[in-house]
């Protein structure tokens, strides 16, 4: 008798966080969002499919794969190929995960506990947008579809029932408390941002509650700064004129997604001399960096880039370590709920085998005897077809449940064997 042909999927991911890898290296891996529909048109030429997680923290790649170990090799041969580096180089910092690991590690990621801010707010609209765009590009399979709406939701549940998600944190609020924490108050002084995306958005919108005097706004789109300037009371540059902006602005904050650096330790160096001495803040909180790293060694300049909120990070971390136990308890209930509807995915080529089979009986036994009764009406025919209907869906409730409830290779080939089930009733 012919097996029914089956293959174990297993969950893969390979990535790189600001726990295993310097800013420095993780720039070299991240993706920008203009870069994720080719960066996914390339990996799905070796995987037949897969989801690019970017942050400023991490860069994660998951896939779903019968051969774990050669996706994770395929992965990795990706990164090299797509960002033209020696993995070798990064090899000591990618982390790859399995299965169960894989999907733990994803809800924690996606309900804050793995960010630099515990409990960060910003992580599950990344999140979010990493499925769309992996949607959008035909490379989001069920498995992964349902792995990620999951991780969504339990995201959703531990902020919602737990402390963790009261007056939430983000990377940008932080920057915020970091600059206070420099300056002191911030009422008074001028404060240009650069990028109003997200990130630039929440920055400029907990700058606005400080009291800070003027916000200039540039960035590469103009439409989206003027929206952003005009609900914020502030104003409107281009991004070619910020480098002359340099020299009169108290603080500095740049969050753009562009891939090169904006200003140089040149640019910074003119700004600092026309300054009288008044020193000047720069918080890069993009990755890749857009300031020029030698620009920190400048006179009179304070540049700070993302991993420089660790202070602010192990603050919050300390102060919200309380409510670990109960956000742990909501991602191991979910974490497990997910992995039995995921064993359960081996015993489905049995189970629809077995219901054909059934249904193909019913058919049959029903054609039999109506030839022998009597012409029915249709309504005593729609009777007698539900009620065999009804009959094959209890007889057949037990054993599926019993079978979606097993992993165990020898119970489903058991079953195959005691109903002669072969890949033909498929």
Known sequence: MPEIEKQQLHVVLVGLSHKTASLEIRERVSFSSQQLPNALASLSTRLEGGVILSTCNRTEIYTVSAT???????????LREFHNIDVNHISQYLYEQFDRNAVRHLFNVA????????????ILGQIRNALTVAANNNTLDTFLSRLFHRAIRTGRQVRT???????????????????????????????????????????????????????IIANRTHNRSVELAQSLGGKTITLDDSVGYLNKSDVVIVATESQRHIYSQNDIENAAKSRNRRPLFVFDLSVPRNVEPGAGSVDNVNLFNIDDLSSIAKANIEARQDYLEDAQSII????????????????????????????????EELKRAMENIPALSTTELNIIDSMTQSIVNRLLHNPTVSLKQSDQTDALKLAQDLFRLDKNNL
């Open 68 to 78: 774990p170990e050669i996706a994770s090799t395929e992965i990795q041969e990706f």
């Open 111 to 122: 309900s804050g506990l793995d960010s630099m801010i515990l409990g960060e707010s910003e």
């Open 161 to 215: 029932n737990t402390q963790i998600g009261h007056n939430p944190t983000s990377t940008s609020s932080a920057a915020v408390k970091l600059t206070q924490q420099i300056l002191g108050p911030l009422n008074g002084i001028t404060v240009m941002l650069v990028g109003a995306g997200e990130a630039g958005r929440l920055v400029a919108k907990a700058l606005v509650s400080t009291g800070v005097e003027e916000i």
């Open 332 to 363: 191991d209930e979910a974490v497990q709920s997910f992995l039995i509807w995921w064993d359960s995915l081996e015993s489905m080529p049995i189970i629809k085998a077995l219901r054909q089979q059934a249904e193909l009986i019913r058919k």
